[in-house]
């Protein structure tokens, strides 16, 4: 009888241990990967980052919103590999200009991380291609996958490029901090030759890398929670944090890659853009470190470097095609 107790309660604790862990693992992707339904923004809605670091650039990000939401752009869309409904804005500014495809960073939206990529682009006479990552903004779902979907999601992108806008385009994969990481993946992948380049702005080196740094920066024990994420991770959102990472992609990479980082970046640090480009094994690269510039800030820290290296490393020839610098 004593015996059939004892079992009877550590079965109990057994079972108590694995309801706590699925509890504690659904609590964990929820904080770190979900994404509620967002509310359309309105012309009198301005959603900057918050942090010391943007204070200083409020003013001038308030501006580039105001100025982007005048522009004329046409409404896109594409549907997902999983059913999502996509949208993006495509800005033609130019005849036969090349097209930046630009993609955001983590809970973010085109409108507030890619307004000064737009400004930023009309002034490389590029057109440019802004789209909401899936669980962003005007876009469908609810779950953010650190550029592991978001990959796909960019490859389909491209195809609605050269089937929708242009066939002979030619296409730059741009992205800041999540988008960044994404580009790169891509840059791993097969890509259509009309993909000339890639511009990375402040990416991170892999799921698990990022996430472990910010709990350390919010004292989060990784060692007791970060298995959480990852489980969590795999049983409700069907993600492997380790399937896909920017530093394997980097191994795989013959597309000409132009980093950018901030020196000033508390979010994803600048080693990550380090390791990113020593991990490339394209010919043609370059890694742009912008002084005093915190995350997402490159550009708007330092337009005129930001806009040299990027015509230093993209020269147009009379044929409007792209020759790269190799440096």
Not at 27 to 36: E, G
Not at 77 to 93: A, K, T, V
Not at 163 to 174: M, N, P, V, Y
């Amino acid at each position: 009888m004593v015996f059939t107790d004892n079992l009877v309660l550590a079965v109990c604790i057994v079972f108590g241990c694995v309801i706590v862990w699925f509890l504690a693992s659904f609590i964990a992707f929820l904080l770190v990967f979900y994404s509620p339904k967002r509310k359309p923004l309105s012309d009198d809605d301005y959603p900057l980052p918050t942090g010391k670091a943007y204070e200083p650039y409020y003013e001038q990000l308030r501006q580039w919103v105001q100025e982007v939401r005048c522009l004329e752009h046409t409404d896109v869309s594409i549907r997902s590999h999983d059913g999502l409904q996509l949208r993006g804005r495509y800005y033609r500014f130019y005849e036969s200009a090349p097209i930046e495809l630009m993609l955001h960073g983590y809970r973010g939206d085109s409108v507030r991380d890619l307004s000064g990529g737009v400004i930023r682009a009309r002034r490389a006479k590029h057109n440019v291609l802004v789209v909401d990552n899936r669980a962003s903004g005007r876009s469908d779902g609810h779950i953010i996958t650190f550029g592991i979907k978001e990959c796909d999601d960019c490859l389909q992108w491209i195809d609605f490029i050269l089937k929708e806008i242009d066939s002979e385009a030619q296409i730059i994969l741009a992205g800041v901090s999540m988008g960044a990481s994404t580009v790169l993946l891509a840059a791993g992948s097969p890509l259509p030759k009309n993909v000339i380049g890639v511009l990375a702005d402040c990416g991170f080196t892999s799921p698990e890398k990022i996430i472990k740094d910010v709990m350390r920066k919010i004292h989060v024990p990784v060692t007791l929670v970060y298995p959480l994420i990852a489980f969590g991770a795999r049983v409700f959102g069907k993600l492997d944090l380790h399937s896909r990472t920017s530093e394997k992609a980097m191994r795989h990479a013959t597309l000409p890659i132009l980093f950018f980082h901030g020196d000033a970046d508390d979010f994803v640090p600048m080693q990550m853009s380090v390791d990113n480009y020593h991990q490339c094994t394209s010919r043609t690269k370059r890694l742009v470190i912008i002084k005093k510039a915190g995350h997402g800030l490159c550009f708007a820290a330092d337009q005129t470097l930001y806009l040299q290296e990027m015509d230093a490393f993209f020269l147009t020839t009379k044929k409007s095609r792209i020759i790269m610098k190799i440096t």
